[in-house]
């Protein structure tokens, strides 16, 4: 079936600008993951969601940073004012939600702050 | 905290020659270990974990408590083995991977 899909690929946008990157899990995945790949930090955790359970924030940089799912299913990244730093690629990966369950990764969306 | 450390950013080797990409974690409790494999422009995938104790692409991972590492073996490289390579630690209820910072293999002809 298909897997994890992530609009848009790229996205260039001015500093102090919005974006917002959005994420469609595999069907039926319960569990969704934010991860941020910057050339500096490596692979980050920013969020995650399972089920209708509150989500963990503990991965986001800062309070510009912020996430929705809707219906369990797509979830959606926003970064406000956006920042040079901010530039970098951000997965979405999604699992079943059962214990030890894999992580399926999305292709990525690349930002780029100028 | 959970960390992982790959020590080498970059490894080449010649095809058909052994390849090893080292990995140590820190984790206060019992972790899961992972490698994923991220191919030129393609996304991360999966390539093996260590309840499965099994061999993908020919490569193999043992997870040595003592040593608190987990290092990646295939006797025999080839060249569409190149990649960057991913250690990752899943320790928490949420399952979260924390990753290494990768190590690019290339495999020389």
């Not at chain 1, 917002?20 to 995650?48: N, V």
């Not at chain 2, 270990?33 to 974990?49: E, G, K, M, N, P």
């Not at chain 2, 608190?68 to 295939?74: A, D, E, G, R």
């Amino acid at each position: 079936g298909a897997g994890v899909s992530q609009s848009p690929s790229n996205k260039v946008t001015e500093k102090g600008k919005d974006v917002e990157l959005r994420c469609d899990p595999i069907s039926g995945h319960t569990a969704l993951y934010w991860y941020r790949q910057s050339l500096g930090q490596g692979l980050e955790f920013l969020i995650y969601f399972q089920g209708n359970s509150a989500p963990d924030k503990s991965g986001l940089p800062s309070d510009r940073f912020s996430a929705e799912r809707t219906g369990g299913s797509v979830s959606t990244l926003t970064i406000q004012r956006t920042q040079q730093e901010d530039s970098a690629v951000y997965l979405c990966a999604s699992s079943s939600g059962l214990v030890r369950s894999t992580q399926y990764f999305g292709p990525g969306t690349r930002l780029t702050v100028l | 905290a959970q960390r992982v450390t790959q020590p080498e950013k970059l490894l080449s080797v010649f095809k058909g020659a052994p390849v090893e990409l080292k990995c140590n974690y820190s984790y206060s409790g019992s972790p899961e270990l992972f490698w994923y494999v991220q191919y030129s422009r393609q996304r991360l995938q999966l390539l093996l974990r260590h309840i499965s104790r099994e061999s993908i692409k020919g490569f193999t991972a043992d997870l040595n408590k003592g040593e608190t590492s987990f290092h990646l073996k295939k006797p025999f490289a080839q060249e569409e083995d190149s990649a960057m390579y991913y250690c990752a630690l899943s320790g928490g209820s949420n399952y979260k991977l924390t990753f290494g910072k990768g190590t690019l293999l290339t495999v020389n002809p």
